[in-house]
């Protein structure tokens, strides 16, 4: 049996060499192969993105000494803007399931 799921998940990233801050908000698709492996792919708006912690350069100075920070937690006004995302991936959630 085949298993997947869905997940939201806000980050935010930090460049270490100019100070930069920016956040990014993205899907997480778990899947489970029915073996006990779990592989999750990261999707953002919907098309596959690379994992939130590799391969992140700073839109202001192109350094690639960036850090990624999970920021599901976060309690500032993004969350708002995050939930409205939430609800479309679980519809797209429900879709697939009932597909399947
Ligand atoms: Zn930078």
């Not at 690379?50 to 690639?64: E, G, I, L, N, Y």
């Amino acid at each position: 049996m085949r298993d997947a799921w869905s997940s939201h998940e806000a980050w935010v990233f930090e460049c270490l060499n100019c100070s930069a801050t920016w956040d990014e908000d993205l899907e997480a698709r778990h899947y489970g192969d029915g073996h006990g492996n779990q592989a999750v792919v990261y999707t953002r708006g919907g098309l596959p993105c690379t994992t939130p912690w590799v391969d992140r350069f700073c839109p202001k100075c192109q350094s690639q000494n960036v850090k990624a920070l999970s920021a599901v937690r976060a309690g500032h006004a993004e969350v708002v803007k995050a939930r409205g995302g939430a609800d479309v991936a679980m519809v797209y959630h429900l879709r697939r399931m009932h597909a399947w």
